[in-house]
């Protein structure tokens, strides 16, 4: 089946080192909004047919930036699938690198909406063929696709791309607890004895302000601290602060999404990191790590 791949607002650069890859032919966007705030959006083509009765893939990623909010993002996505829908397309495979609101799965308190949930009824509702995201905050919600749905790791391609910059003595560090078995798994590519190290972290679950403490052996040691989104650099920043205090060489700020929010570069940057990596889920310039190829693999053999 002939395929053709659909650039969206919120992937530029990603979709299209995706369709080279798969060496497919690339529609893009015409996108705005409307005075009274409405989003409007239509695939740039001026013949239909070019659509229909093929494979589409649609590459889309819904994280904020500087030009659009994540809501922004995700009617875009509504959108092209809409209209992908309604031309007449044989197959449709959605690729959202970065799935807003996928950090509200759970209820802590009362009267709360646990939206993740929702935005996945929203997807399913366009009975698509196939979803795919990379580093889901928790993956488990993947159960709740209707399609085929599947969840690409980003950390062999963030660990490759360390330990190319000459890391040694790799220690792993964990922003909190809860991060641990995360940390783990991204510390085996470093090789079987590196050491994974946390320190405590408490949340205000009303404010979201956060209390952090801890004192590590890490003198002279190349510290990597990972998560799968850095925001505002809060816990990061905090987080290298605490290495660097606990006698850290380099310390390098990881993330598969870094949206980079509210000065969090000032932040992580003035708190001791040497370096800030991100990959190309989000498009900006901390987007060191391409996950195109990957990505492609997947799409080669779905």
């Keep these: 089946?002939?395929?053709?791949?659909?650039?969206?607002?919120?992937s530029q650069i990603l979709g299209v080192k995706i369709a080279e890859e798969l060496g497919i032919e690339t529609v893009d966007t015409e996108s705005k909004s409307f005075p009274?705030?409405?989003n409007y959006l239509r695939l740039n083509i001026e013949d239909e047919t070019i659509i229909q009765g093929k494979e589409v893939i649609i590459v889309q990623s819904t994280g904020p930036s500087s030009n659009a909010d994540?809501?922004?993002?995700?009617?875009?996505?509504?959108?092209?699938?809409?209209?992908?829908?309604?031309?007449?397309?044989?197959?449709?495979?959605?690729?959202?690198p970065y799935l807003a609101y996928a950090r509200?799965?759970?209820?802590?308190?009362?009267?709360?909406c646990p939206f993740a949930t929702t935005i996945i009824?929203?997807?399913n509702s366009f009975n698509i063929d196939e979803?795919?995201?990379?580093?889901?905050?928790?993956?488990?919600?993947?159960?709740?696709?209707?399609c085929k749905a599947i969840n690409v790791d980003s950390m062999k391609l963030l660990a490759d791309y360390i330990k190319k910059l000459g890391a040694k003595d790799i220690?792993?560090?964990?922003?909190?607890?809860?991060?641990?078995?995360?940390?783990?798994?991204?510390?085996?590519?470093?090789?079987?004895d590196v050491l994974v190290e946390y320190f405590e972290k408490v949340r205000d679950v009303k404010t979201g302000d956060i209390a952090m403490s801890g004192k590590l052996s890490l003198k002279n040691k190349d510290v990597v601290i990972a998560d799968d989104i850095i925001s505002t650099g809060g816990t990061m920043a905090t987080a290298i602060k605490l290495s660097k205090e606990?006698?850290?060489?380099?310390?390098?700020?990881?993330?598969?999404?870094?949206?980079?929010?509210?000065?969090?570069?000032?932040?992580?940057?003035?708190?001791?990191?040497?370096?800030?990596?991100?990959?190309?889920?989000?498009?900006?310039?901390?987007?060191?790590?391409?996950?195109a190829k990957t990505i492609a693999d997947y799409l080669k053999f779905d």
């Design 1 to 10: 089946m002939e395929k053709i791949l659909i650039v969206g607002p919120g």
């Design 36 to 38: 009274d705030g409405e």
């Design 70 to 96: 994540q809501n922004k993002r995700l009617f875009e996505l509504a959108m092209m699938i809409d209209s992908v829908k309604r031309i007449g397309s044989k197959k449709i495979i959605v690729v959202v």
């Design 104 to 112: 509200q799965d759970k209820i802590f308190r009362p009267g709360e």
């Design 121 to 123: 009824r929203m997807i």
């Design 131 to 146: 979803f795919y995201t990379v580093d889901l905050h928790e993956p488990k919600i993947l159960v709740d696709f209707s």
């Design 171 to 192: 220690v792993v560090v964990s922003p909190d607890k809860g991060a641990v078995e995360r940390s783990k798994a991204f510390a085996k590519y470093f090789g079987d």
């Design 246 to 291: 606990s006698g850290a060489n380099r310390v390098y700020a990881v993330a598969t999404h870094a949206l980079m929010l509210q000065q969090a570069k000032y932040r992580i940057l003035k708190a001791g990191a040497d370096e800030i990596i991100g990959t190309d889920s989000i498009d900006n310039q901390l987007a060191k790590v391409s996950l």
